[in-house]
């Protein structure tokens, strides 16, 4: 375990890992004053964009988890940052909540109903048939497919699941043909602008989180040490059977506490 007792920056889950739905999950606040305690920096990256930021920010107040502006980036900003970097003055539909477009507007993307030239998906809780409808015609007229996140489920307390980002996606590539690239993760794109923002190397960095196809993905991807907690999505079984493994397993959050020093 010696190796993290190295790391100097946690990029942390939050839904599954951190809470379920409204509720802590049972050490997570303990483990976060733990890093305070110990003057490790964290960063909550979560690939659920249906709320913004500052819904974000009061749901960890209410969970007394302390959360600056360094604590916290969220694919909708990340996608954000993306579009404003890398697809500067394009014309984005999106199929998303009221919470992500009011994060993407703060970033200067030009949403449109019309004449659009790039598809966004993100996990919509406010899904109509009509959005699916217009986001194929784009996507059929050449429109660039994007999407917030890769997750195909989240997670609900008593082992329930909502279809995510990357479920309704397969809907629309079923319907068109066009395969979407995603912003979050497992891309390694959030993990290397907060690697490069702290000024650390790979071996200095961790993630941790509860799904093996984004978290730990994302980990292996952008070359940092992964920690999958089974407190989420993932369960023992879907552990055995995957070919690629974690750095390091544990049951939840408050496991980890002790190998913080």
Not at 7 to 30: C, H, K, Q, S, W
Not at 86 to 111: C, I, N, P, S
Not at 125 to 151: H, P, Q, S, V
């Amino acid at each position: 375990m010696q190796e993290l007792k190295n790391i100097v920056l946690f990029l942390m889950d939050m839904d599954g890992t951190l809470y379920l739905e409204n509720e802590l999950i049972p050490g997570a606040r303990d483990f976060i004053y733990r890093l305070i305690e110990k003057k490790k920096n964290y960063v909550f990256i979560t690939n659920n964009s249906s709320v913004n930021k500052n819904n974000y920010f009061e749901k960890l107040k209410r969970l007394d988890i302390p959360c600056k502006e360094k604590n916290l980036f969220s694919s909708g900003m990340a996608t954000g940052t993306f579009l404003k970097t890398q697809r500067k003055g394009r014309k984005v539909y999106l199929v998303g909540t009221k919470a992500l477009e009011e994060e993407l507007l703060k970033y200067g993307v030009e949403l449109v109903e019309e004449g659009a030239e790039i598809v966004l998906v993100g996990y919509d809780r406010e899904l109509t048939y009509k959005k699916l409808e217009k986001a194929c015609y784009f996507l059929d007229e050449g429109a660039e497919f994007l999407a917030t996140n890769a997750d195909y489920l989240f997670p609900l307390k008593r082992g329930r699941f909502l279809p995510d980002c990357a479920s309704i996606c397969m809907m629309l590539t079923k319907a068109t043909g066009k395969h979407p690239v995603f912003i979050g993760k497992p891309n390694r794109y959030m993990v290397d602008l907060l690697r490069e923002k702290h000024g650390l190397s790979k071996h200095q960095v961790a993630i941790i989180g509860d799904r093996l196809y984004t978290d730990v993905a994302c980990g292996k991807n952008a070359g940092i040490t992964s920690i999958l907690v089974l407190s989420g999505e993932t369960k023992v079984n879907d552990l055995k059977a995957a070919t690629e493994k974690p750095d390091y397993v544990f049951p939840s959050l408050k496991e980890i506490i002790e190998y913080i020093q």
